[in-house]
């Protein structure tokens, strides 16, 4: 079928049939990468059974083990490592949040994580019908849990790494201890636990002017972006707030 919109010049009708086959091909090669991913060997068993702070139903706080974070009957773990806090070089400005804004600069979250938050927090009310889905910070729980109701997550479930080093051992915080916005998955089948994926290509090199894109590829706000003319803003990042 091809299509044909109102007025459009014969020039334009050509170029977007050219750039419909790179898109049908794109979409060929993201179901062959994901194919390939699903096709990974089993990864390493993991660590340590670690042990996150956490904040119950009632808001009191508790101790959660990482096995117990297979909750819904799947076998599948998402983490996302939140940048909280941020990296010691991001100068963006603070929180508003009546609690969060006492924070200093450097302890406030990375409003690029809190961005991506923002979007999977109502992605999390259907994703976790089929898989286990937490967010891991290294700040306390009680600045966690706090930020979280003041943000308006109603769907995120929020841990505090800050008594164990699995942001360390699994590529969400760096040797000097700045913390990085890795995505893990884990896999449990039977009594083991393995880790299976990692959104590497935060690491991984880039050519001139890309973005690591190793969250890009799933976060709708930059994928708008790339659905205009102008592309992905070079010269814009997501902050905690904007002017209204």
């Given amino acids: 079928m091809s299509m044909e919109f109102p007025n459009e010049s014969s020039e334009y009708r050509a170029a977007r049939e050219r750039l419909l086959a790179k898109e049908v091909e794109l979409r060929r090669l993201t179901e062959s990468v994901a194919a390939a991913r699903r096709e990974l060997p089993p990864g390493g068993l993991l660590k340590?059974?670690?042990?996150?702070?956490?904040?119950?139903?009632?808001?009191?706080?508790?101790?959660?083990?990482?096995?117990?974070?297979?909750?819904?009957?799947?076998?599948?773990?998402?983490?996302?490592?939140?940048?909280?806090?941020?990296?010691?070089?991001?100068?963006?400005?603070?929180?508003?949040?009546?609690?969060?804004?006492r924070l200093m600069l450097a302890e406030q979250p990375c409003p690029s994580c809190v961005g991506l938050?923002?979007?999977?927090?109502?992605?999390?009310?259907?994703?976790?019908?089929?898989?286990?889905?937490?967010?891991v910070a290294k700040t306390s729980i009680a600045t966690l849990h706090t930020f979280g109701k003041?943000?308006?997550?109603?769907?995120?479930?929020?841990?505090?790494?800050?008594?164990?080093?699995?942001?360390?051992?699994?590529?969400?915080?760096?040797?000097?201890?700045?913390?990085?916005?890795?995505?893990?998955?884990?896999?449990?089948?039977?009594?083991?636990?393995?880790?299976?994926?990692?959104?590497?290509?935060?690491?991984?090199?880039?050519?001139?002017?890309?973005?690591?894109?190793h969250m890009g590829t799933l976060e709708p706000l930059w994928n708008l972006f790339d659905l205009t003319r102008e592309g992905r803003p070079a010269d814009w990042q997501e902050q905690l707030g904007y002017p209204r």
């Avoid at 923002?118 to 967010?135: E, P, S």
């Fill in 48 to 101: 340590e059974d670690y042990i996150f702070d956490e904040a119950n139903a009632n808001g009191d706080f508790a101790k959660t083990k990482f096995s117990e974070l297979f909750a819904r009957g799947s076998g599948s773990l998402l983490v996302y490592n939140f940048m909280f806090p941020r990296d010691p070089e991001d100068d963006r400005p603070p929180s508003t949040g009546s609690a969060t804004r």
């Fill in 150 to 213: 003041e943000r308006g997550w109603t769907h995120l479930r929020l841990l505090s790494a800050s008594g164990n080093t699995f942001k360390r051992d699994y590529g969400g915080e760096s040797a000097e201890g700045a913390q990085r916005p890795m995505m893990n998955v884990f896999e449990r089948n039977g009594g083991e636990i393995r880790h299976f994926w990692s959104s590497e290509m935060l690491y991984a090199p880039t050519d001139s002017g890309q973005d690591p894109r």
């Fill in 117 to 135: 938050l923002d979007q999977l927090d109502g992605a999390a009310r259907h994703a976790t019908q089929r898989l286990n889905f937490v967010i």
